[in-house]
């Protein structure tokens, strides 16, 4: 494959993607307009808009090499689904010849038995539609035709994650734009939340990789005594990054620029063999496709450069975890963007009041935020110094911060000034501050004119947390709408609005240190949820001011929340006993007999020399020995004792007190049994211990 130069990036971007500029040039013009309404204006599909459409897409993905269609959706596994079809249709003369029509363009019927409801399907009733999301360009991936897609069940209850996205953003659009037209906005017809999904990720060597059953079934480590280095000397932010690995993210950009995924930014994590891409934005819907296309790819790429991505949010112990932070804003359709201070954020009423909103949304559902990116596998980040902690908070900075307090209190702010750093260099440029500096222990932060939200596990989809930001700020926004479009004095309404939003919402607001000890018990005492684990999480999802807030603005139904409530602890569950029965799998036929292997050669060495006469020292040998014995001792009591813990799961008499299970009694087994298992890595000789250990996989790239 050539290289891309700057030449012909301009070329390749989209280059698989039927974006307006291909429909402009193979639709008609009225098709064009149709469809450009459905997308620009959220207007329903035209009846005879779907059969042109369709033969303009088969042909383009023909001449494109594609030979296969697939609706292309996301179910509630967190990953994309896709059924592939092919585009021929036999004649009677023994050929084919290529259709696709406008039914098999808007409407699928995958199987829907397998894919996880929550209760709201039994197995048998295994009929479910996939219907096309006009507003998501369709792609193309190797030789099939991606059609995004939304994904519901036979009786049309919700099984997918774009359903509710795609509602939550029409809902957020239409109370701000109430908001707007009071402000004299008449002109905004449309407004869009948008992304950008930073993702972070590990890459290591493929064969190594292969070595461990445990990155292969869970996706980390379950094993590893701690390396001599790690990231302490913190030399790899930022630092060179080496030319296996250039050329992976060279490639990787290649590929999702062709797919029309901006990618931006590439640099070396904090912690090594860790890296970050970060896209530039866009509307959330396209985001959220973008970003499972891009964990997708950044496997994908790695596996043809003999390497394996890591996407787990822990995959090694003792260094940090991968995260994905999640950066929301608003914008109006005249190109406003609604979280941006502007000279004089004291003064700007309108900006004020979208800050506040979120403050607002974010204070009074924050066990529903916190709920968003629960898992198993960010249960290990979340708090850990290398994370926001569980304990959802704001930073909003000094200069945001003293402009709400001077509304709350109503004595005039000191205006900031712009200040100058002078690096004391003639040649070197003078350097503009910003009004405040940013915040990467807070998990929800404002950076100047979007938030955020930085809590995310680097393997989860963005959906999630995005229909929840949605759909909380839209909620304070309707209910702001419907004071102040009730108001005689529009300007004093507003006033007394914002000066009570900020009163009572500003417990959630914290400039500080999120890592500190301090913290969690200030925390406490301004009443703030510190939900530590997914299945405390958990617990909160199906509240009755949760369903109410998701009922109210139809994005889902009381049952369609009690499912997923259902479908996350199921899917925990699930998790943490895969990872225990690996666990014992690798302890029983991997660690155990090593051990022994070794211990044997130490014991046979250590009778060899006492035959050899009392004038031998032995102290070495026999310590060894003493102290392997010990250890494996232990060792296998720790599995004997998780294998008990384990079974005792079953017994259970509901999938919260499940999850609770698993969190409390059987992920400490697991812990016991590990510490064992890392102290005898540190005893036994390299070449008897079964797999690569963290040096090997960290620092041999």
């Known amino acids: 494959m050539p290289d891309v130069t700057h030449e012909n990036i301009a070329d390749i971007f989209g280059s698989k993607v039927f974006n307006s500029g291909v429909m402009r040039k193979r639709l008609p013009k009225h098709i064009y307009a149709s469809l450009l309404k459905t997308m620009k204006e959220d207007l329903p599909l035209e009846e005879n808009v779907a059969e042109v459409v369709a033969n303009a897409m088969k042909d383009w993905a023909l001449e494109l090499g594609a030979t296969h269609f697939t609706h292309w959706f996301q179910p509630m596994t967190g990953v994309t689904a896709e059924k592939h079809d092919a585009f021929i249709n036999p004649t009677e003369d023994g050929k084919v010849i290529m259709e696709f029509s406008g039914k098999e363009l808007v409407k699928g019927e995958p199987d829907a038995s397998s894919f996880p409801s929550g209760g709201l399907r039994a197995t048998f009733e295994a009929r479910g539609y996939t219907a096309w999301d006009p507003t998501s360009y369709a792609f193309i991936k190797g030789s099939t035709l991606c059609i995004p897609t939304v994904f519901c069940s036979y009786s049309g209850e919700i099984l997918d994650k774009k359903t509710p996205l795609l509602r939550s953003m029409e809902v957020l659009d239409t109370h701000a734009v109430r908001i707007l037209k009071l402000f004299g906005k008449d002109d905004v017809k449309k407004v869009t939340t948008t992304i950008g999904a930073e993702q972070e990720y590990f890459l290591i060597e493929r064969d190594m990789f292969k070595e461990r059953k445990d990155l292969i079934l869970t996706g980390r480590t379950l094993f590893g005594a701690k390396p001599p280095k790690g990231q302490e000397m913190e030399t790899h932010y930022f630092g060179r990054i080496r030319g296996r690995v250039a050329a992976y993210m060279a490639d990787l950009d290649k590929e999702l620029w062709r797919l029309g995924i901006a990618s931006k930014t590439r640099h070396n994590e904090v912690a090594p063999s860790q890296h970050e891409m970060a896209p530039i934005f866009t509307n959330t819907n396209v985001a959220t496709d973008n970003n499972q296309l891009v964990m997708e790819f950044m496997q994908r790429v790695a596996y043809r450069h003999d390497l394996a991505c890591l996407l787990h949010e822990k995959p090694f112990d003792f260094v940090n975890g991968s995260g994905k932070h999640n950066n929301f804003s608003m914008s109006t359709d ?65 200069q945001l911060t003293a402009a709400l307090k001077s509304i709350e209190t109503g004595k005039p702010v000191t205006e900031a000034k712009d200040l100058v750093l002078e690096m004391g260099v003639s040649t070197l440029p003078k350097l503009i501050m910003d009004a405040t ?64 939003s900020i009163t009572e919402n500003k417990r959630i607001v914290f400039n500080g240190n999120n890592y500190s000890e301090e913290w969690v018990e200030e925390a406490a005492r301004r009443g703030l949820p510190n939900l530590k684990t997914t299945p405390e999480a ?48 690798i302890a029983k036929r991997e660690i155990s007999p090593a051990v022994v292997t070794y211990t044997k050669e130490v014991c046979d060495t250590l009778l060899a020399k006492k035959s050899c006469g009392d004038f031998i020292d032995v102290s070495a040998e026999s310590t060894l020995a003493e102290r392997l014995s010990q250890l494996s001792g232990k060792f296998i009591r720790s599995i004997d004792d998780l294998e008990k813990i384990l079974a005792g799961a079953q017994d259970t008499p509901s999938a919260q007190a499940e999850a609770t299970y698993y969190c409390d009694q059987v992920i400490p087994a697991m812990e016991e049994l590990r510490k064992f298992a890392d102290e005898l890595e540190s005893l036994v000789g390299k070449k008897y211990w079964p797999y690569p250990n963290y040096e090997d996989i960290l620092f041999y790239i």
Do not use: W
Request: charged fraction near 25%; proline fraction near 4%; hydrophobic fraction near 40%.
């Open 334 to 398: 005249t190109g406003e963007n609604l979280l941006t201070p502007g000279d004089d954020p004291v003064n700007n009423k309108q900006f004020l009041l979208f800050l506040c909103a979120c403050v607002e949304a974010v204070n009074k559902y924050s066990e529903m935020l916190r709920i968003t990116v629960a898992s198993a596998g960010n249960d290990h980040r979340l708090g850990a110094n290398e994370a926001p902690p569980a304990i959802v908070s704001i930073f909003l900075g000094e």
């Open 538 to 585: 958990l617990a909160e999802y199906a509240s009755e001011k949760n369903v109410k807030l998701f009922a109210r603005h139809n994005i889902y139904t009381p049952t369609e929340v009690q499912s997923r409530y259902e479908i996350h602890l199921d899917e925990y569950s699930k998790t943490i006993n895969i990872e225990a029965l690996t666990m014992l799998n």
């Open 437 to 500: 500096d940013r915040n990467r222990t807070s998990p929800f932060a404002f950076t100047g004119n979007k938030f955020e939200f930085r809590m995310l596990g680097s393997n989860q989809s963005i959906a999630g947390p995005n229909i929840t930001l949605n759909t909380i700020v839209a909620d304070v926004l309707c209910d702001y709408a419907d004071v102040l479009e009730k108001a005689d004095d529009f300007d004093t309404a507003l006033d007394a609005l914002l000066q009570k």
